[in-house]
């Protein structure tokens, strides 16, 4: 078979007048339609939305679990097979003659503070701490829960979390962007990294369907990010003294953030990012981002002097090893769900023997992730209760890989979902910066530096965190803290009223310009998938349209179910991008391996033109 020259251009139509000039119409206006419809669901019908949003979310994750896991470990293998291949390591994301467009302290700064900046302020501490208390070799018996024995496993699930899986599914999209558009000078948008498989098909209905998947999902992804940081922005300042308003307390004692205090925060978060993105990013991103950077390593400078310096460079270096002999295990394991006819099969004759709504709710009781032998007999209903020891202990044994696959399900499959979702804006924005480097360079510097510095702040932040709960010196103040409040409750712990208020000050100051910094480049990212890869300025318009629609979809969907309403929404968005993603890696594979034969032909790799260097 004849190797032809490399597709170097997609026409993609836009609308050349009117209120969608510059524009793909059908991908703008369908993409507006899905989002808008689904803000007006969950303001308009809040419990029906919640309702149905969790039914195909529990069908997503029975079904789906899986493929979840196995798109993850591709990526991982994908990323490093790239690196370590001699004809793509050496490949440019541009021409031959491109140099990097930023140093690489900027690179990396704006990678961080794109993909991972909020949600590290969040679980750093909160992650450590949760997988301290429980996590699968607690669930299997092998360690006790909230002991000095369970340190080593709370390391392996965070760094598995926020490793070398997260990194990759970034790498991915932005590797296949940047190679498509400054390579062969195609646009800079989703549908261009499937040219390999579609061709030119993807001008017309195929390509306008990847590209609208990409943009709900970004906004989905982009969703939860904000999500998780509104609640830790409205924890911030509650410890700040912005006053009791901003919770509400509900019967049982619990409290949850206000309503007016969701929409207070998002005013202040979405009004900054969009007053940013209509004056236009320029310089303005990197700048930013260099400041949060230099943020973050004061914050960490902070805990290296005054938290748990040893015990947290301990966690660090052993964690890092134990996640490493991990990975081949972990990286493929899947737990599924015990049904009840298999549970009641492996129980003893006097479990089986109790009436069916008895024996339903020892199920029930046996099958959640979130508690203990000891909750679980404390919580058997009347009739159970009365069982041999030794029967109960049987009964709750039975359900461990159910329990395994609730904890699955809540944590690493949420996490995947997130990080695919969270793909489409961090790619994007990677292939911008990232154009002039090698393959080898870009998927190193993408996928291992950024990890390691997140192993850093979770060994040290979240370390000092768990340091403190053992020995007594935190007297329960951290974990029983909220997820968002936890980093603040430590600084409680560990320094003085005024200091500590201080300190929380300039957290929030940190999270408040992460927050800004990432619902800005996604307005952008939107409208630049929107416009075929046009990164040029936008009508005021449809950057206003996208800063409210992000407002609206995380305010409205905190309202009505909280942020497990936002994850439901991300989980059930993601999945058609991991599809997406998937054909990603499958073009790369044959464009570099095209690509070489080529070169060995004397073929051209590139378009003669180079694209217009990324602002």
């Known amino acids: 078979m004849p190797i032809k020259p490399a597709l170097t251009e997609l026409p993609i139509k836009t609308a050349a007048s009117g209120f969608y000039r510059g524009f793909t119409k059908d991908v703008t206006i369908t993409a507006k339609l899905l989002v808008g419809a689904l803000i007006l669901w969950a303001i308009a019908f809040p419990d029906q939305a919640a309702s149905v949003l969790g039914a195909l979310n529990s069908i997503i994750l029975a079904s789906f679990s899986y493929w979840y896991v196995y798109v993850m470990a591709f ?45 590290m302020l969040t679980f750093a501490t909160a992650e450590p701490m949760y997988h301290f208390g429980s996590n699968p070799a607690t669930i299997m018996g092998d360690t006790e829960g909230s ?66 998947v990409a943009v709900v999902a970004t906004v989905l992804g982009v969703a939860q990010t904000l999500g998780f940081g509104v609640e830790q922005f409205i924890a911030g300042l509650s410890r700040i003294g912005f006053g009791d308003w901003l919770y509400t307390t509900a019967a049982d004692g619990s409290q949850s953030s206000s309503t007016s205090a969701i929409i207070f925060a998002l005013l202040i978060i979405m009004g900054a990012s969009t007053l940013s993105a209509l004056s236009g990013v320029g310089k303005g991103i990197k700048w930013l981002s260099n400041i949060n950077m230099g943020l973050s390593f004061f914050v960490l400078t902070f805990f290296v002097i005054f938290g748990s310096t040893f015990f947290g460079l301990s966690a660090l270096f052993v964690g890092i090893w134990d996640y490493l002999l991990s990975i081949p295990g972990n990286i493929f394991t899947v737990w599924s769900a015990t049904p009840m006819d298999a549970f009641v099969a492996n129980v003893p004759a006097s479990v089986q ?19 203990t032998l000891a909750s679980f007999t404390e919580g058997l209903p009347e009739g159970a209760a009365s069982l041999p020891a030794g029967d109960i202990a049987a009964a709750y044994a039975a359900a461990t890989e159910s329990r395994l696959s609730g904890w699955q399900g809540a944590w690493t499959i949420f996490y995947w ?66 997820q968002a409040d936890q980093l603040f409750a430590m600084l409680g712990v560990i320094l003085s009223e005024t200091l500590a208020w201080l300190m929380s000050i ?70 058609p991008f991991s599809f997406v993603m998937v054909l990603m890696g499958v073009s790369l594979i044959k464009a570099i391996w095209r690509d070489g034969q080529r070169i060995k032909h004397g073929l051209p790799t590139t378009s003669v033109v180079a694209a217009e260097p990324a602002e």
Request: neutral net charge.
């Open 506 to 575: 300039l957290i929030v100051v940190l999270l408040l310009t992460y927050l800004v910094t990432s619902a800005d480049s996604a307005v952008l990212i939107i409208n630049t998938i929107n416009a075929a890869g046009d990164e040029g300025p936008k009508a005021r318009p449809h950057i206003l349209f996208w800063g409210a629609a992000l407002a609206l979809v995380v305010g409205g969907l905190i309202i009505a179910g909280g942020l497990g309403a936002i994850q439901t929404a991300m989980v059930i968005g993601a999945l």
């Open 353 to 371: 023997a109790l009436p069916a709504k008895t024996l339903s709710a020892v199920y029930d009781g046996a099958t959640s992730p979130w508690g």
């Open 147 to 212: 002991t000095a024995g369970n340190v080593r496993d709370a390391y392996i699930w965070s760094f598995t979390h926020w490793g070398l899986a997260a990194w990759a599914s970034y790498a991915i999209v932005g590797l296949a962007l940047g190679y498509f558009s400054y390579r062969r000078g195609l646009p800079l948008t989703i549908r261009s990294a499937l040219v390999p498989i579609f061709g030119t098909k993807l001008s017309g209905p195929v390509g306008h369907a990847v590209d609208v």
């Open 75 to 119: 990526f991982v293998i994908l990323c490093f097979a790239l690196a370590l291949w001699p004809t793509a390591g050496k490949l440019k994301l541009g021409l031959e003659s491109d140099k990097p467009e930023f140093s690489n302290f900027s690179w990396f700064s704006m990678m961080f503070g794109a993909g991972i900046g909020i949600g």
């Open 417 to 482: 979902a997130w990080w695919i979702a969270f793909a489409p804006f961090v790619g994007v924005f990677l292939a911008r910066i990232s154009k002039g480097r090698t393959v080898r360079e870009y998927v190193l510097g993408a996928m291992v530096i950024p990890a390691l510095m997140c192993f850093v702040w979770f060994a040290i932040v979240g370390g000092t965190a768990i340091d403190l709960e053992l020995t007594g010196e935190a007297n329960g103040a951290i974990v029983g803290a909220g």
